[in-house]
């Protein structure tokens, strides 16, 4: 396993005088490539005790089921989905790449028995606060994991197949082990982007594969924006009618079903963007008389500018729209978006210039962008749903309800920011130093890796409404081609950031994990790119 190079190129070949010193490193990277051989715990949980003596599994004799007072049972289908997946993740591909795995003689693990303390949620959707929190115990010859809840269920089923190894002779290992594991933020999201370019349904579902594999929960689906509206309506059929690229590139009712109860069975909560005033010129082409039309010397120049505030009948169709997203999306919030909203065209416009007048807002377009999110913001409120909002809505001094989220993505300062929204009262989501979609040469995961969330002036009732923060990707430049490999395990660095200890930094500690989690997720499916130059140790045998 080599670090990275202090630049991007070296020299091939060796001066002899360093032979001498390359012999005397030989044991250290012969034990290197020993511990690369196991276990690589990612993200790392909150307390780990590992012990030297092994167990072994073999895959025709090893089960995972429930345990006997368990509140989840085989009638939960979160946990019975989730066995499989597991079983399967841990040996499925093996068997399949090199048959019948060999088995040496030792003391065997014969069972992971999970067990659910409190009402398991089986049923449920997860939510801002669901408890993921669990422990376990890798004992021979039964392990347990326990969780009060099935979200906690499945993050330690995560752990427990990250803990199973093969040895040099392919038999598949486990360290007794005792681990105590909870996140230490509730929102850890992966923002994406089907409006710059489509995502086929296959692509969100490995997106939300890869996202349990790194203890993600929450799917930031930004759905529509000024280039497509693929998002098929119940109530307003012609804006993905005639909005969409074409009656290809939609989203049915089925597929949003669809990803929204895959999630679920993952422990990810769907959580859409439908972004205004700004971002909407999609939204005109199937509903009339909703986008402001702009004006030249007095007269419309064919152009059309942001959202029209002015008129109810913007306000009636947003009510029954999101009245519908509202018992389509069952997540308590929905991101209402808000940012980079442009004023030249309401300025132009002779009707809007009225209105400002008869409303004594002046000049000041910024008050007529915050009558139009406050009444919007009503609108969240009177169908039963909680608003996220850019930092925008906030910086333009609306009065949001109390417990509206404001997520700060502007690079600049952003520490100052989240001291002035927190001061104000408001929850938080940073997405400001992770935006994935700008891309660099090298290792950028480590600039992700060293982001401090809480690194900001205040208070620490302050610091508690930090609740979170995504990785955000962007489509301008992605697409089902290279959104897998532009998102993983770059997004890896965040996950950790936001699931473990504030006290785990090491990067070196880090790129060892890193480098064998990322084998670990092409091995399951996932197209992640490697973080720099080696092989990962499957690849021997095939």
């Keep these: 396993m080599q670090r990275s190079p202090l630049s991007p190129r070296r020299p091939r070949g060796l001066c002899p005088l360093m ?46 089921g429930h345990g006997p007072n368990s509140t989840a049972g085989p009638s939960c289908a979160i946990l019975q989905e989730a066995f ?9 591909f093996y068997e399949q790449h ?19 303390v409190l009402d398991s949620e089986c049923d449920a959707f997860p939510g801002i606060s669901s408890d993921e929190s669990y422990s376990l115990l890798v004992k021979e010859p039964v392990a347990m994991l326990k969780a009060n809840r099935v979200w906690g269920a499945l993050r330690g089923l995560e752990t427990f197949s990250q803990l199973i190894y093969q040895d040099s002779y392919g038999t598949f290992t486990i360290s007794e082990s005792i681990i105590t594991d909870s996140p230490r933020f509730p929102h850890r999201g992966i923002l994406i982007d089907t409006s710059r370019h489509y995502l086929p ?14 203890k993600f929960n929450v799917l930031h689906w930004h759905v529509v924006d000024d ?5 098929q309506s119940i109530t307003f059929p012609e804006l993905s009618n005639k909005g969409s690229y074409s009656l290809s590139h939609i989203y049915t009712p089925n597929d949003v079903r669809k990803v929204i109860e895959y999630a679920r069975l993952r422990g990810v909560r769907v959580i859409p963007e439908f972004d205004s005033p700004g971002h909407t010129l999609s939204w005109g082409k199937g509903q009339n008389d909703l986008l402001t039309p702009c004006y030249d010397a007095q007269k419309p120049s064919g152009y059309f500018g942001p959202i ?33 909203v442009e004023f030249y065209c309401w300025a132009s416009n002779p009707k809007i210039q009225n209105f400002m007048k008869q409303k004594g807002f002046g000049k000041d377009y910024k008050k007529l962008e915050s009558f139009y999110v406050q009444k919007l913001v009503d609108i969240i409120a009177a169908v039963n749903k909680s608003s996220i909002v850019w930092q925008e809505v906030f910086d333009g001094n609306e009065k949001l309800q109390p417990g509206t989220v404001v997520e700060i993505w502007k690079a600049e300062n952003y520490p100052k920011e989240q001291t002035k929204v927190t001061e104000a009262g408001y929850p938080i989501i940073l997405a400001a130093p992770w935006y994935l979609d700008l891309i660099s040469y090298g290792q950028d995961w480590k600039t992700y890796y060293e982001v401090e969330p809480l690194n900001f002036p205040g208070s620490q009732e302050q610091k508690t409404l930090m609740i979170g923060g ?3 990707l962007w489509g301008e430049f992605v697409d089902a081609t290279n959104l897998t490999p532009r998102l993983w395990p770059r997004a890896s660095a965040v996950g950790e950031r936001l699931w473990s200890h504030k006290g785990v930094r ?31 140790n499957y690849e021997e045998s095939t």
């Excluded at 505030?309 to 009245?323: E, G, Q, R």
């Excluded at 090491?506 to 994990?513: K, Q």
């Design 98 to 116: 090199h048959g019948p795995t060999r088995f040496s003689t030792g003391t065997e693990l014969q069972q992971l028995l999970v067990t659910v």
């Design 84 to 92: 499989r997946r597991y079983y399967e993740y841990i040996f499925g």
């Design 201 to 214: 349904i296959k692509a969100i579902l490995k997106t939300l594969d890869a996202m349990s594999f790194n």
């Design 227 to 231: 280039q497509s509206f693929p998002y």
């Design 308 to 340: 029209n505030p002015t008129v109810n009948t913007t306000y009636n169709f947003l009510y029954k729209f999101f009245k519908e997203i509202s018992k389509v999306f069952p997540d308590q919030f929905i991101h209402l978006g808000g940012d980079e």
């Design 506 to 536: 090491s990067l070196e500690d880090a790129y060892h994990r890193l480098i064998r989690h990322r084998c670990r997720m092409v091995r399951r499916g996932i197209a992640a790119q490697p973080l720099f130059t080696g092989y990962c």
């Design 470 to 472: 995504e990785a955000c």
């Design 19 to 64: 032979l001498p010193g390359l012999l005397a490193l030989l044991p250290a990277l012969v034990a290197a490539r020993t511990l690369g051989d196991q276990a690589a715990l990612w993200p790392l949980p909150l307390s780990v005790e590992m012990f030297p003596r092994q167990l072994l599994l073999a895959p025709r004799n090893f089960s995972i």
